[in-house]
């Protein structure tokens, strides 16, 4: 079993890059083999897997530049026997470069069939637009894309050009593209507003949502600048056993 997923929220701060660290990490821990792939400049799934993106030797600027060899830039993180593809600050300039570049929306999907036989899940995580990077990720994720959606009323206005971005990739240039499912994110019990969220998003997305939501939690939040997965930071708090559920729910539907 192969499966490439991209996740993408167009919005900033929805937790996307905590959904895309967490899932692979705890799909690690149940066994399989996992890849992220770092596509946003900001490269903060790199820094919350502990590492200087600073300092990377190169990672997704050098796929998306027609790099022949990219299994030299993945690095294995022993501890949580999770590879990552980083990425860093060069990465901002891959939008301006590519511009005449032909084939640009698929350089990432090129790349990534050098090495996806070594993976059983590939994650790759965007950038909060809609740019070309988003549309590399887009057009790499072959068995879907899952949408991070925080529990708030202003995270649902971006749902419609989300999903007009994606029918337009889809009609456009990669017809089998498909939601593969929503995680509603940052959920507080305490509130009618994030209740109402939940049944807007299942509503927009009828049978896509995940059933395992992820709570509003603070040790989410402290746990990337420890450049640690809440299954190391703090494996007992909600956030972490509402991830363990989330990837069991996705590895067990991929079945």
Do not use: W
């Not at 949502?209 to 930071?233: C, D, H, Q, T, W």
Request: proline share 5%; aromatic share 6%; charged share 20%.
């Amino acid at each position: 079993m192969k499966k490439i997923y991209t996740l993408v929220n167009q919005k900033g701060g929805v937790g996307k890059t905590t959904s895309t660290i967490n899932l692979a990490a705890y799909l690690a821990k149940l066994g399989q083999k996992v890849l992220v792939v770092d596509l946003d400049p900001q490269a903060n799934a790199t820094s919350c897997l502990g590492v200087d993106k600073l300092n990377v030797a190169g990672g997704t600027y050098e796929a998306l530049l027609g790099d022949e060899n990219i299994f030299r830039y993945i690095l294995l993180n022993e501890r949580l026997n999770l590879s990552l593809l980083p990425a860093s600050p060069a990465l901002a300039g891959a939008e301006i470069e590519l511009v005449d570049e032909l084939a640009r929306e698929t350089r990432l999907r090129k790349a990534l069939m050098q090495v996806a036989d070594r993976y059983q899940y590939i994650f790759i995580d965007c950038p909060p637009s809609l740019g070309l990077l988003t549309v590399n990720g887009l057009m790499a994720a072959m068995d879907g894309v899952i949408v991070p959606v925080q529990c708030e009323y202003l995270a649902l206005e971006g749902l419609g050009q989300l999903t007009q971005t994606i029918e337009r990739v889809k009609s456009a240039l990669f017809p089998e593209l498909k939601v593969r499912g929503v995680v509603l994110t940052m959920y507080d019990n305490r509130t009618n507003l994030a209740s109402d969220v939940v049944k807007e998003v299942s509503k927009h997305f009828p049978n896509q949502v995940f059933k395992s939501i992820i709570p509003r939690n603070i040790r989410l939040a402290e746990a990337p600048s420890y450049g640690l997965p809440i299954s190391e930071y703090a494996p007992t708090s909600v956030g972490a056993i509402a991830y363990e559920a989330l990837a069991k729910e996705l590895l067990k539907g991929d079945k």
